[in-house]
């Protein structure tokens, strides 16, 4: 069973469209999380909801907005597409607590947006 | 050896022999780190973690060190086999509440067989 699926793993679209990736967890967890990974594969977290409520929101265009249907759902919407929008997406996710696991993120296999 | 600039930084090591890759730190509050490693195609993946009032953890092949002094972490890994190409992350958070985690730029490590 896979732990943090994603859905599609590859989107290719043209500017000004608007698009959507999902992302789910079996793991029981509580807060999950949207990152960007560019060509450099630089890894830059955007977004991450702890029982449905938002907690961390980087400065990220508001182009982009994440939606948690549940706390085993992360959703991430983008409108209006731009050529810098091509990237490979993450969703992670991880259990909240007083320990060092509180800390481990198990992440999705990625999602690799296309933007021509 | 390493290359720097515009490409990924890149360890080549060949089978067999230890490999160790640095990493940087940021911010001096940071008191828990994390090595991930990143697969082609794949999502990163936890392979071991330090907190702050440690300077040493092992674990399988895998050995963490972490100097506050200069805000420097490295991972050695023991016996590099061709499955640890790979990219390797550190990343740093101060724990408590719901802090975020910052990812280090990344280094490739190819192993020649």
């Known amino acids: 069973d896979t732990a943090v699926s994603q859905t599609p793993k590859y989107l290719v679209t043209q500017m000004g469209n608007d698009k959507s990736i999902k992302c789910e967890q079996n793991?029981?967890?509580?807060?999950m999380y949207w990152y960007k990974q560019d060509s450099k594969k630089f890894l830059k977290i955007m977004f991450s909801?702890?029982?449905?409520?938002?907690?961390i929101n980087e400065t990220v265009p508001n182009r982009f907005s994440p939606k948690s249907p549940d706390k085993a759902h992360l959703n991430l919407h983008i409108n209006s597409l731009e050529l810098g929008d091509s990237a490979v997406y993450f969703c992670?996710?991880?259990?909240?607590?007083?320990?060092?696991?509180?800390?481990?993120?198990?992440f999705g296999p990625g999602t690799r947006l296309t933007v021509t | 050896g390493e290359s720097v600039g515009l490409h990924l930084p890149t360890l080549s090591v060949q089978e067999g022999d230890n490999s160790i890759i640095n990493c940087a730190y940021s911010n001096s509050a940071s008191d828990y780190f994390i090595w991930y490693k990143q697969e082609s195609g794949k999502g990163p993946q936890f392979i071991i973690d330090?907190?702050?009032?440690?300077d040493k953890r092992q674990g399988q092949r895998v050995t963490v060190l972490l100097n506050k002094t200069v805000k420097h972490l490295s991972l050695q890994i023991a016996a590099t086999q061709p499955g640890d190409s790979a990219v390797y992350f550190c990343?740093?958070?101060?724990?408590?509440?719901?802090?975020?985690?910052?990812f280090g730029t990344g280094t490739k490590l190819q192993v020649i067989p």
């Open positions: 990343a740093e958070t101060i724990s408590g509440g719901y802090q975020k985690v910052t």
């Open positions: 793991l029981g967890h509580d807060t």
């Open positions: 330090i907190r702050s009032n440690m």
């Open positions: 909801y702890n029982n449905k409520e938002l907690i």
């Open positions: 992670a996710s991880s259990q909240t607590g007083t320990g060092a696991s509180s800390y481990e993120q198990y």
